[in-house]
């Protein structure tokens, strides 16, 4: 007798680590993994940040802890994968959400700026990716899901912002998406991408109140006429995290509101 439906999405008993998970898209990621049942632990640099976001997901009745982290430090990146294994046992579910930008024209972009872009955007990726398979996933065939968060940047180039360390970077998560994938398939581990658009984040709500008219500029462009909010992006990853989508892996899900159809 197949599984019923509803359970596919059932994520009790579940231990997930997602990274950049004490403020926008993260966050609201751990809150409906967290949900769904599983277990969350969330990484990013600021202890600070993540000791209220762990209390806000815990008085929504989710056991949820935090380690402090810098991934695009390989020490402390591995420090996390090891810690969050010794804490909470082994990851079933891991999402890759750190990152940061640098906007700079291309002739003037310093390259120390681009290598720490790069080595949070795409290495620190590749190393806790590296890790928790290592560590979690591949022994015993346990299996595992891996949600790489990379960006409508990965298909376009943006409009009005120079360097392009952004695109570039979530382009290569693009495409090691795909190449995990085809690796560690034959282990049971899926590994997909979310490709968001414009959310608004807490980041993108104080841009807005500096620069509308750049918020304005993009949200014309998009056919649903408005901007994501983040907790419209939650669902995607648990969907893309749980027994549902189990035949699905190197897939690259867009969430834009139409935005890269034009």
Known sequence: MSTPVQKLFDLSGKTALITGGSRGLGLQ????????????????????????????????????????????????????ADETVERMGPVDILVNNAGASWGAPAEEHPVEAWDKVM?????????????????????????????????????????????RDYETGKAAVLHFTRCAAAD?????????????????????????????????????????????????IGPLAVFLASPAASYITGAAYVIDGGYTVW
């Open 119 to 163: 080595n949070l955007n795409v290495r620190g990726y590749f190393i806790l990716s590296q890790q928790i398979a290592r560590n979690s996933m591949i022994p015993g065939k346990r299996g595992g899901r891996i949600v790489n968060i990379a960006s409508i940047s990965a298909l376009i180039v943006n409009r009005g912002i120079g360097g």
């Open 184 to 232: 560690w398939a034959p282990h049971g581990i899926t590994v997909n991408a979310i490709c968001p658009g414009l959310f608004m984040t807490d980041i993108n709500r104080q841009w807005n109140e500096k620069r509308p008219d750049v918020i304005e500029a993009f949200v014309k462009n998009v056919p649903m006429g408005r901007p994501g909010e983040p907790e419209e």
């Open 29 to 80: 990621i751990a809150h409906a993994l967290g949900e769904a049942g599983a277990k969350v632990m969330l990484s990013s640099r600021k202890a600070e940040d993540l000791e209220q976001a762990a209390a806000e997901l815990q008085a929504a009745g989710i056991d949820a802890r935090w380690i402090a982290a810098d991934c695009a430090k390989e020490d402390q990146t591995r420090r996390l």
